[in-house]
């Protein structure tokens, strides 16, 4: 039911934001979308590394006891 999201849902989205923002706020709203995507895959990849860097010290500790 709420699996891949077909091309006719696509377009049907597209055109209630088209009608919702307008075609001349459209380039802007996709600009900020982008950074948003892009700030949130930033953080994930800094939270996952610190994870990492924590399991790895664990277990370094583990080793030297």
Known sequence: ???RI???ELLIILVVV???FGPAKLPALAKSM???VSEF???AKEIS???EE???EETK?????
């Open 41 to 43: 895959r930033k953080g």
């Open 18 to 20: 088209l009608i919702f």
């Open 49 to 51: 590394k610190e994870f």
């Open 54 to 56: 924590a399991a790895a």
């Open 6 to 8: 077909g091309v006719s």
């Open 34 to 36: 982008g950074q948003a």
């Open 61 to 65: 500790e583990n080793a030297d006891k």
């Open 1 to 3: 039911m709420f699996g």
